[in-house]
């Protein structure tokens, strides 16, 4: 069956597994550790919830229709789904990955696998020649984020995808700010998509979550192993939690990206702001990228205004927006990524980078965007 993407979100591609007899709408939380026998050398088709759990199981089943894999494996939080990912490499292996990757993953990076023997180069992917540069003999994967966070850089996945074929490496994908409803990177020659599905796929600012997904069996075979020995998987609440965030997946980001396309236009009127970067604004510089691998924009963008003393009023004085980490749930949220987000990244290459004291990055919510830009209204002008 091929349903359209909202339809997806809801019922996922087929019917659902037929695991209780009550017809219930709502798919029951299985809150159980372990699951009885009926005989020995017999199981139910599930043992330990380690393994795998019903309502984990048809979260991923969602999921991996969502992304057109053929296997979703759901963790923990999303960097529960980096660190099992990285399993798959050994001491030795080289890997690119863009430059202006998503701060956790950059520490996952260097504290944990450039320490077990890992090598790493960080290169603007955006730059199609910068990726050639540096791919060696032992390169093994390559590791893209598009759109960047917080410089909404924007990354030519299937141009990338044709390097990464030549060179006979994987291909990574962190789709966690475009979300399957505007971007399928599996479609465009990824290996992997990964998720972080405490974003905009639980949608709630309520709870973590994180997804690894593919179309290549011995991947799904090697990271469902490696999940059943480190333990990361999604617990049967949380599974539950963002299988409901999933429903409404469609809805939301629609009314994300209008707010946000709205509050961009009215940022870039505002005599204190210097720029403004949302991959929805046709000044963009990736937009003829955009127009082409996604279907959207989202609701997240990034602005900078003219002084840090800007940025102080702002973040302590906003009222509907909070000042808060993460994004791409129902409340808008404003972020300082350099004492945020991108606090462990080491400040020559961060501010290389432009990620300086009067860089902010905002999560447009998903309430009514005049409430949003009066708000943003009263601190900037004063
Ligand atoms: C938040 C985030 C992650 C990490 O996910 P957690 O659920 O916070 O562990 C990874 N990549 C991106 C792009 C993110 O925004």
Known sequence: MNYGVDTVCIHGNGKRKNVDNTGSISFPIYQTAAYAHPGVGQSTGYDYSRVQNPTREEVERIMADLEHGTDAIAFSSGMAAVSAFMELLRPGDHIVATDDLYGGTIRQFRLINEKNGIKISYVDTSDLEQVKAVIQENTKLIYVETPTNPMMQVTDIAAISEIAKEKGCLLAVDNTFLTPYFQNPLDLGADVVVHS????????????????????????????????????????????????GIKTLAVRMEKHQQNALAIAKWLQNQPKVKEVRYIGLESHPGREIIKKQSRGYSGMLTFRVDSQETVYRILEHVKVVQFAESLGG????????????HADVPEEKRKAKGIDDTLLRMSVGIEDVHDLIADLEQVMNV
């Open 197 to 244: 599905a405490t974003k905009y796929l639980e949608g709630h600012n309520d709870t973590l979550g994180g997804f690894i997904v593919t179309k290549r069996q011995d991947i799904s075979e090697e990271l469902r192993n490696i999940l059943k020995t480190t333990g990361a998987g999604l617990s049967p609440f949380d599974s539950w939690l963002i299988l409901r």
């Open 330 to 341: 129902t409340e808008s949220l404003i972020t300082y990524p350099m004492t945020q987000t």
